[in-house]
């Protein structure tokens, strides 16, 4: 029982990750831009220009106008952003579903316990290098806008994906430390409950009666 609240544990803070590094892949407020030198005069005249891996959007208080980026003319910290975002969201996926797997409650072809610790540890792998790859990217992305000399501040897009990296990590921890335990008896379920057995030692061999083997060389 207390195996089955860490897997939950596990898998509903992969879900939170992935969902978090969904999130700051699909916006592109990312970092929030100021062209006129000073946050405070680019907000009293309520023009913000945000941007992100994707575009880069000029907000005002009616309306927003989004410019996607051209792929040929990004810096090389753009492009790693992108390529390891979308990586971190598949895998992501692939993980979520490889640890539902490893659950007890998921009946498949082979429910062995020691298939299901496997696919734990791998789905705690998987997190791992969507934690990994999410944080390279949001720090790398940030400090290559902060190098390029203009004024700016965070956009929550940017927060989502580094609560989406602690997540990850956090899950990829909980997932392997869980599938590092040392394996159990094999179960069988009766009456809809899973319920411990053991395979009996089998018997010793008959011993050879000494007094039956003197009595019959006598005999002869």
Request: glycine share 8%.
């Amino acid at each position: 029982m207390a195996k089955f609240g860490v897997l939950l544990c596990g898998f509903v803070l992969s879900c939170l990750g992935w969902l978090g590094i969904m999130i700051a892949t699909a916006t592109n407020d990312w970092v929030v831009l100021c062209q006129y030198g000073q946050l405070d005069i680019c907000s009293m005249m309520d023009v913000v220009w945000s941007t992100g891996p994707w575009a880069e959007c000029v907000s005002s208080t009616r309306l927003q106008r989004c410019l996607a980026f051209q792929i040929f003319d990004l810096p090389a910290y753009v492009q790693t952003t992108r390529a390891l975002m979308v990586t971190a969201s598949i895998l992501g996926l692939v993980a979520m579903v490889i640890v539902a797997m490893s659950m007890p409650c998921t009946r498949l072809a082979s429910s062995a316990q020691g298939s299901k610790n496997k696919h734990a540890a791998a789905g705690g792998v998987l997190m791992l290098v969507v934690g990994l790859c999410g944080a390279i990217s949001t720090v790398w992305f940030s400090l290559g806008m902060y190098l390029s000399g203009q004024l700016m501040s965070f956009g929550y897009s940017l927060y989502a994906g580094w609560v989406g990296v602690v997540l990850s990590l956090l899950a990829a921890v909980i997932l392997t430390c869980c599938s590092s335990s040392p394996a159990s008896r094999p179960y069988h379920q009766e009456g809809g409950k899973m319920v411990a057995y053991t395979v009996p030692a089998a018997a010793p061999p008959a011993a050879v009666s000494v007094s039956s083997n003197h009595a019959k060389s006598v005999h002869v």
